[in-house]
């Protein structure tokens, strides 16, 4: 039984369709404070351009979803409705026609197809593949790393069983990014609680560190705290970092946030553990985890796996 999702991201920004603009006034496209995301759909320019990359992308697939009600979205147009991870803006809306005979692209939609069968589901008009099979989808064609953020994101979120998804993809006939599939949803766990931690457990493993344990809970002084990373028996302790784990859109809280923060480093570090910190750039680059881990104490085992850190920060689907 596939996971049918309640609800989808409604678009980040209005959208104002030239059908339905005042005719007395000028018209859209001579309106400098508009955007034009699509023929015949438009937004305001000021919003359009505070929204982060894939923010535009999902306001593009909305944009694209009143062209073309029958479309059925898929790859990352799917993975933005459906709030999994999407990286920087990809250049093409995605979409699954199973009556066609291969893949093509045409201008900025990309439609594919398959000669396996395949689910959807239509959500507030909206029809969308199957959660299991966009997550197996971008586990075959983005870099590992971000494919399996993808894959931890639709377990942790849909409460899929990653034993099912791998059984899943080993029925499909497709053979396109197969190794590459296999290691996504081998390695995929719902325990990881943001991208920049799915992407960090990669580079950290492709370092050749030690395997750390996820989301371990410590009492420290009569509280409770978690680590995103622990090592027990070398006493070091790793945590990914971003602004919006702090609350980005308030201050006051992202404060309190950095206080509490410290007071749990500070209990911890009297307990004698080490703590490595790092941010997303810095797992992206991976230097930054790296050393963080290195300067924490960490050693790696295994010799690192140059190919594989390569691709971590390189995705071609996007700009």
Not at 73 to 97: C, K, Q
Not at 153 to 181: I, M, P, S, V
Not at 183 to 212: D, K, Q, Y
Not at 243 to 257: H, R, T
Request: net charge positive; glycine share 6%.
């Amino acid at each position: 039984m596939d996971a049918v999702p309640r609800s989808l991201r409604a678009s980040p920004t209005p959208l104002l369709l030239v059908s339905d603009t005042p005719r007395s006034g000028p018209p859209p496209w001579r309106d400098e404070s508009l955007w034009r995301v699509r023929a015949g759909v438009y937004v305001i320019r000021a919003e359009w351009e505070a929204l982060p990359p894939w923010e535009r992308y999902l306001v593009r697939v909305h944009a694209f979803a009143l062209a073309r009600p029958d479309a059925v979205f898929s790859h990352e147009a799917a993975a933005s409705l459906l709030g999994l991870p999407v990286f920087g803006h990809p250049r093409t809306i995605h979409i699954f026609d199973a009556r066609r005979s291969r893949s093509a692209r045409y201008g900025d939609v990309t439609v594919h197809t398959s000669a396996d069968r395949r689910s959807q589901h239509e959500v507030a008009g909206i029809r969308i593949s199957a959660v299991e099979d966009v997550a197996i989808d971008l586990a075959r064609v983005l870099p590992p790393a971000l494919g399996l953020a993808v894959a931890d994101a639709a377990l942790r979120a849909f409460d899929l069983d990653g034993e099912l998804l791998l059984d899943r993809a080993a029925t499909q006939r497709n053979e396109f990014g197969r190794r590459r599939l296999r290691w996504v949803l081998s390695h995929a766990t719902p325990l990881a609680e943001s991208p920049g931690e799915s992407i960090s457990r990669a580079v950290i493993e492709w370092c050749g560190f030690p395997t750390p344990e996820l989301q371990r809970n410590h009492r420290v002084e009569g509280r409770i705290f978690r680590s995103d990373f622990c090592w027990p028996e070398r006493k070091i302790l790793g945590e990914s970092d971003g602004w919006l784990k702090y609350g980005a859109d308030d201050p006051a809280a992202a404060a309190a946030a950095v206080r509490a923060e410290k007071y749990r480093e500070d209990a911890l570090r009297r307990q004698g553990w080490r703590i490595a910190r790092w941010d997303y750039a810095g797992a992206l680059g991976v230097a930054g985890l790296r050393n963080a881990l290195t300067a924490a104490g960490l050693r790696p085992e295994r010799h690192p796996e140059t190919a594989a850190l390569s691709s971590v920060g390189r995705n071609a689907r996007s700009t």
